[in-house]
């Protein structure tokens, strides 16, 4: 214990680990002993917990093996390595202290030793496209959720090439016949390991919601449509984000194999032995600029989730699930000129025949119309069709309790104008931090008091989720769970919550038409 209070003195000197906290805090996991720290709220956090072996050498491109026990007693003071990305995404803080291809650790928030009971639990995975994105980034800190009385996990998962490459050699040296998919496969690894060892923090495995926005929301659909993930958990949040097309529908396993075929051939290999063989960094480098896809293995995929959603196939627990207003805004589509001449055109490449249809559900007669509409378009196209698609699939075959939101509030201007141009709705991810209750860690913008209303507001919702199924609650304007077709409401979060009807369903059910009507899934 000594050796753990120097290591943990030492991270604190070093600005690794906050000045406010405080060793010790010990917990028994099955692996071994572990040794956290404590915070200045009295929230026990425990950091770079490994939930897999790493997966290096013969284990790159396999499904995650159980971690090693160790010996005495494991610091889990500091976050793990971020898995193997690029630096892509600006709004990405991470404390971790770099890359590495051993990568698959998982961290903690857990409140107060509770006495006699176990509390609920959120296990959140990060966005990114599947490409970026750690459990230690400062907007997924789980104290102030723990502060609210539920255990906080946030796990790492492989992205990019080491977690979705298929390839026909990895299909066959697998006993199931699959490849690709290895960072769902490490989601589906942190969760059996929650179920295992959460009882040591105070969570109740029994208790568990699995929630993340954009790539972590695309993961949460995945896992609740995954046969392999059927009964780790007991509820799902998504943000802005489902594997439903259009948004990153899976390939079926033989074009992912082609696909990965390709790629061997780009990095200047010739076997998979060549590319096992190949360091990490080059690797990497390698993949740069392409993207890999889940695939339909037959093993974590049985089907598209939307066939399996569309059976009933997939976990039956309450979902909470919704995206921003400003998911993509008009100029995605329209360029720079919003005129309703522009938009018609528009209109007519992308609906053909049914372009009548689309301007009727979608009006564009005003400059002020088409912005709206352009936008709504802009974004059905990266993530609002897919999060609408799944809500809609688990209202009808899901069994339980659906709640749909559309978070609507502009982030305030940024303390350095110059920076950050100002938005007119919420952009894609600008609502993590008010529904995890982490304003206060991103000092980019200038929060007002509002913010921190509607943040509180949010973290309210979401908390009472986790630990009821229903984010209802004293104090709060009504969520209602969503109903079917024109009686649909959805809550609109903005600066004062509120329920209003769903003014879009006949323009999503024309987009379902006209998806199906193009591709076969």
């Known amino acids: ?19 406010r906290a ?8 099955a692996q071994g002993r572990l040794a956290g720290v404590v915070a200045a709220s009295g929230v026990r956090e425990f950091r770079g917990i490994p939930f897999a072996a790493p997966p290096v050498g013969r284990l790159r491109w396999r499904p995650p093996e159980p971690p090693p026990r160790w010996a005495g007693v494991r610091p889990a003071a500091a976050f793990a390595a971020r898995c193997m990305q690029q630096p892509i995404f600006s709004d990405m803080v991470f404390r971790s202290p770099g890359i590495s291809e051993d990568c698959l650790y998982l961290n903690v928030w857990a409140p107060p030793r509770a006495t006699g009971r176990r509390l609920p639990v959120l296990v959140y995975f990060y966005g990114g496209g599947f490409v970026a994105g750690d459990a230690s980034e400062l907007r997924y800190d789980g104290e102030s959720l723990a502060r609210r009385g539920i255990v906080v996990v946030t796990p790492n998962y492989r992205l990019g090439v080491f977690g979705l490459l298929a390839l026909r050699d990895l299909s ?22 929650v179920r295992s060892n959460i009882a040591a923090f105070g969570g109740d495995p029994a208790r568990v919601t699995i929630g993340g926005e954009s790539a972590g929301s695309m993961s949460v659909s995945a896992l609740m449509a995954s046969p392999l993930s059927r009964g ?23 074009q992912a194999e082609e696909a990965g075929t390709a790629f061997m051939r780009h990095a200047g290999a010739t076997s998979l032995e060549g590319l096992r063989a190949m360091p990490a960094e080059s690797l ?43 998911e993509q805004d008009w100029h995605t589509l329209l360029g720079d000129s919003a005129t309703p001449a522009r938009y018609d055109a528009v209109l007519d490449s992308m609906f053909g025949s049914r372009a009548a249809e689309a301007r009727r559900l979608f009006p564009g007669a005003t400059p002020e119309q088409v912005a709206e509409s352009a936008t709504l378009l802009a974004g059905a196209g990266f993530t609002v069709f897919s999060t609408w698609k799944w809500t809609d699939l688990q209202r009808r075959t899901g069994g339980r309790a659906v709640y749909r939101y ?20 919420a952009v894609h991810s600008a ?91």
């Open 172 to 193: 066959r040296e697998s006993r199931h016949h699959a490849s690709g998919n290895y960072g769902f496969l490490d989601q589906v690894a942190a969760l059996r390991w």
């Open 232 to 254: 780790l958990m007991a509820g799902a949040i998504g943000e802005s984000g489902a594997l439903f097309r259009p948004t990153a529908p899976p390939l079926p396993l033989l």
């Open 1 to 19: 214990m000594r050796r753990v209070l120097m290591v943990a003195a030492a991270l604190v000197a070093s600005g690794t680990v906050p000045a």
């Open 406 to 425: 559309v978070y609507a509030h502009p982030r305030p201007a940024s303390r350095d104008p110059a920076a950050m141009p100002l938005h007119s709705g």
């Open 22 to 29: 405080q060793v010790p805090d010990t917990v028994r996991v």
């Open 284 to 326: 990497l480098a390698a993949a740069s600029g392409v993207w890999f896809r889940a695939d339909v293995d037959g093993y974590f995929l049985p089907a598209t989730p939307k066939d399996l959603f569309a059976e009933g196939r997939q976990s039956h627990v309450p979902l909470l699930a919704g995206w921003n207003s400003e």
């Open 431 to 521: 609502e993590i931090e008010y529904a995890l209750g982490n304003l206060a860690t991103n000092r980019v913008y200038a929060w007002t008091a509002t913010d921190s209303s509607i943040s509180a507001a949010m973290e309210s919702y979401l908390a009472n989720f986790v630990k009821t199924g229903n984010p209802n609650g004293p104090g709060l304007p009504t969520w209602p769970r969503l109903a079917a077709g024109d009686s649909a409401r959805v809550m609109v979060l903005d600066s004062t919550a509120h329920a209003e009807p769903s003014r879009h369903e006949a323009g999503f059910r024309f987009l379902d038409s006209w998806y199906t009507s193009r591709h076969h899934e």
